[in-house]
Nanobody, 121 residues
Framework: QVQLVESGGGLVQAGGSLRLSCAAS????????MGWYRQAPGKQRELVVV???????NYADSVKGRFTISRDNAKNTVYLQMNSLKPEDTAVYYC???????????????WGQGTQVTVSS
């Protein structure tokens, strides 16, 4: 089994910063892409940013220039540095990883439980 655990969410004023972390653990042989998604109340879950092992990154236009993703492959961990936060960034942030488990013949997506980010105006 594979588990993803996020941390670092919270309440911050507009213009502030937060750093999210997501650590993957369990029976992991390899991780391909890792990414962050978010879901605001009443809205669909949307991509924030994804990073490959390359690493190559793909950011949503709404966060370009404000958010930065990074990963530590040795620790199976991905980070999201969020600066210049806006009230519209308020959402539950989810981590996703594309994982090849030990003994498995294919990659599968795993999700974290989510962490709340609230930006006050």
């Amino acid at each position: 089994q594979v588990q993803l655990v996020e941390s670092g969410g919270g309440l911050v004023q507009a213009g502030g910063s937060l750093r999210l972390s997501c650590a993957a653990s369990g029976s992991i042989f390899s991780i391909n892409a890792m990414g962050w998604y978010r879901q605001a109340p009443g809205k669909q879950r949307e991509l924030v940013v994804v990073i490959t092992r390359g690493p190559r990154t793909n950011y949503a236009d709404s966060v370009k220039g404000r958010f930065t993703i990074s990963r530590d492959n040795a620790k199976n961990t991905v980070y999201l540095q969020m600066n210049s936060l806006k009230p519209e960034d308020t959402a539950v942030y989810y981590c996703k990883a594309d994982v090849l488990s030990r003994g498995s013949g294919s990659y599968n997506d795993y999700w974290g439980q989510g962490t709340q980010v609230t930006v006050s105006s």
